[in-house]
């Protein structure tokens, strides 16, 4: 299965379990409220998720003037993806890291960390700089933008049902059906519907760093460099991690956390080994 197809199948899934919810916590009328909160939500996804993730990164914009290596291997990537040069930032932390914010291709930034230059050669840099432009290309921002906003929306339905169920209004619409079945809806909110939003947003954001990690090779044309910088980039940041909220570690080409010890199921990020046998396997092609 593609990741393209894959990750409409989960995006799918996640928009079906939020109307679920609210349907579970109140019948026809609380289906459509999740499916207004999910419309305003997805469009504050596109419209501001540039501006959120530069924010929350602690980035900031350097000219040309300011780092012209950096701009110029920028551009270059950028016109062998086809793409308008993104602005370009710096986030002032001696660990190696990198993500990508923006909408669209015309509202789009790549920012690095001040270890990244550090650390990388430049063959490698321009693998992560391409895997970067593939996020950028493949509008990977703005659908795990999406993507984490609705399961953040899941989580406040649940939070609004275990109230409900405080103060026996769970489920009184013209289509409930008996108490029993409203009980079994706002548990089922409560633990099941976040639990289940939380995993599918995740298996998005890995489907995503795979798909990246195909389109920077194809636009770097050396996937064995990338292969080469993520090896490092993971060393690094089992070492030093970054001091970053938990909700924006998915944005970061590695995870920046220390929690390399999850479950494959809660994490974030693909395994490393299987993003390197997946690199090197295109180099062989």
Do not use: C
């Not at 001040?114 to 895997?131: F, I, Y």
Request: aromatic share 6%; no cysteine; glycine share 8%.
């Amino acid at each position: 299965m593609s990741s393209y197809l894959k990750t409409f199948i989960l995006m799918a899934a996640l928009t079906a379990l939020f109307m679920f919810a609210g349907q579970l916590m109140g019948g026809r009328s609380g289906m459509t409220f999740a499916l207004i909160m999910a419309g305003v939500m997805n469009f504050s996804a596109y419209w501001f998720s540039d501006k959120v993730a530069e924010a929350v990164g602690r980035a900031q914009e350097v000219s040309p003037a300011e780092a012209p290596q950096l701009h110029e291997l920028v551009g270059e990537l950028a016109m062998r993806a086809g793409l308008p040069k993104p602005r370009v930032y710096i986030v002032d932390t001696p660990t190696p890291n990198a993500f990508a914010t923006g909408r669209n291709p015309e509202h789009s930034a790549v920012a690095v960390t001040r270890g990244l230059l550090q650390t990388l050669n430049r063959d490698e840099l321009a693998g992560v700089l391409a895997h970067e432009l593939g996020h950028v290309k493949n509008r990977d921002i703005l659908i795990s933008s999406v993507a984490a906003m609705m399961a953040g929306a899941i989580s406040y339905l649940a939070t609004m049902a275990q109230w409900a169920m405080l103060f026996g209004g769970m489920g009184r619409d013209d289509d409930r059906r008996g108490g029993g079945a409203g009980l079994i809806g706002g548990l089922a909110v409560m633990i099941v519907a976040p639990l289940a939003a939380m995993l599918i947003q995740m298996a998005i954001s890995r489907s995503r760093e795979y798909q990246a990690d195909k389109t920077g090779a194809a636009i770097q044309g050396r996937p064995e460099a990338l292969a080469s910088a993520l090896q490092r980039l993971e060393d690094y940041n089992h070492r030093l991690p970054m001091d970053v909220n938990p909700a924006t570690a998915q944005m970061y080409i590695v995870n920046p956390l220390t929690a390399g010890t999850m479950a494959t199921l809660f994490s974030t990020h693909p395994p490393i080994e299987e993003r390197i046998r997946r690199l090197l396997d295109l180099r062989n092609r």
